[in-house]
T-cell receptor, first 111, second 113 residues
Framework: GEDVEQSLFLSVREGDSSVINCTYTDSSSTYLYWYKQEPGAGLQLLTYIFSNMDMKQDQRLTVLLNKKDKHLSLRIADTQTGDSAIYFC???????????FGKGTMLLVSP | NAGVTQTPKFQVLKTGQSMTLQCAQDMNHNSMYWYRQDPGMGLRLIYY???????DKGEVPNGYNVSRLNKREFSLRLESAAPSQTSVYFC????????????FGSGTRLTVV
């Protein structure tokens, strides 16, 4: 079955780059997503990548996909205190199937 | 504002009581979902509705029922609440094309005592 693994916690200093990692088990996954959850709020879609892509860049965010190793990463450049949140990796087999989420990585950015 | 609206935002129930969590979206999305979020467990799918008129069980459906009232609304019912159902419940919706992922509501924080 599908399974998504993430490290639970990451601490960085303001201005540094953050890299959040995720591994997934289903090689058939078509869509891979990164969501952000701020305290007391719902999940907000940050970015997504299709399985036929290796990299996607969106302003301060860079997503890297290594299909061979089933590894997904999210790099946040020039991390700010406002980036402190829980980040979830998620996968789906197709646009019409349900999402499977990782347990989330808590990012703490210190001044 | 367009999006997914959940009510209520907070609720305290006694064991054995029943209640319905409401969810509505105004984005003309076909698919709707109910997740629960527990510390250390991430998000787990309770039920979903791929389209109006259909519902299916997710990973943790026991103790819950759902109704897809129309294209906009998808409700979650707890018939006899248990302390194990203390959680944060999220409703989400999507077009189903995959490109835009899910849009989430802001959640309902439920405590069963």
């Amino acid at each position: 079955g599908e399974d998504v693994e993430q490290s639970l916690f990451l601490s960085v200093r303001e201005g540094d780059s953050s890299v959040i990692n995720c591994t997934y088990t289903d090689s058939s996954s078509t869509y891979l997503y990164w969501y952000k959850q701020e305290p007391g709020a719902g999940l907000q879609l940050l970015t997504y990548i299709f399985s036929n892509m290796d990299m996607k860049q969106d302003q301060r965010l860079t997503v890297l996909l290594n299909k061979k190793d089933k590894h997904l990463s999210l790099r946040i450049a020039d991390t700010q205190t406002g980036d402190s949140a829980i980040y979830f990796c998620a996968e789906s087999l197709s646009g019409y199937s349900t999402l499977t989420f990782g347990k989330g990585t808590m990012l703490l950015v210190s001044p | 504002n367009a999006g997914v609206t959940q009510t209520p935002k907070f609720q305290v129930l006694k064991t054995g009581q029943s209640m319905t969590l409401q969810c509505a979206q105004d984005m003309n999305h076909n698919s709707m979902y109910w997740y629960r979020q527990d510390p250390g467990m991430g998000l787990r799918l309770i039920y979903y509705s791929a389209s109006e008129g259909t519902t299916d069980k997710g990973e943790v459906p026991n103790g819950y029922n759902v109704s897809r009232l129309n294209k906009r609304e998808f409700s979650l019912r707890l018939e006899s609440a248990a302390p194990s159902q203390t959680s944060v419940y999220f409703c989400a919706s999507t077009t189903g094309t995959g490109r835009y992922g899910y849009t989430f509501g802001s959640g309902t924080r439920l405590t069963v005592v």
